[in-house]
Nanobody
Framework: QVQLVESGGGSVQAGGSLRLSCVAS????????MAWFRQAPGKEREGVAT??????AYADSVKGRFTISQDNAKRTLILQMNSLKPEDTGMYYC???????????????????WGQGTQVTVSS
């Protein structure tokens, strides 16, 4: 079973940027959907962005501010977060699905491999 390890979280002021990384312990077929989820205190986990060989997709709340990318050679998933807002605060997780994004979307139950999470805190 492939393991995922996130890094790059931290504390920033509103308007700042952070770059999250997720490194996989083994090969993940680029046709499989990879995603970033986040969970704010007291709220359910929500999908933020997805990517596979067919392209990327974003939640409306982050569109235009976040960019998801992947480096298959380095087995790394990236989430570049710009113009951060206090409502972006939460634990961020990377996840891998067994299928392409057209089937997995941002449905949490479609993802079987999860990282341990990295905390992002945005202050106003």
């Amino acid at each position: 079973q492939v393991q995922l390890v996130e890094s790059g979280g931290g504390s920033v002021q509103a308007g700042g940027s952070l770059r999250l990384s997720c490194v996989a312990s083994g090969y993940i077929d680029s046709r499989r959907c990879m995603a970033w989820f986040r969970q704010a205190p007291g709220k359910e986990r929500e999908g933020v962005a997805t990517i596979d060989s067919n392209g990327e997709a974003y939640a409306d709340s982050v569109k235009g501010r976040f960019t998801i990318s992947q480096d298959n050679a380095k087995r790394t998933l990236i989430l570049q977060m710009n113009s951060l807002k206090p409502e972006d605060t939460g634990m961020y997780y990377c996840a891998a699905a067994s299928f392409a994004c057209r089937w997995s979307g941002r449905l949490e139950r479609a993802y079987g491999v999860w990282g341990q999470g990295t905390q992002v805190t945005v202050s106003s």
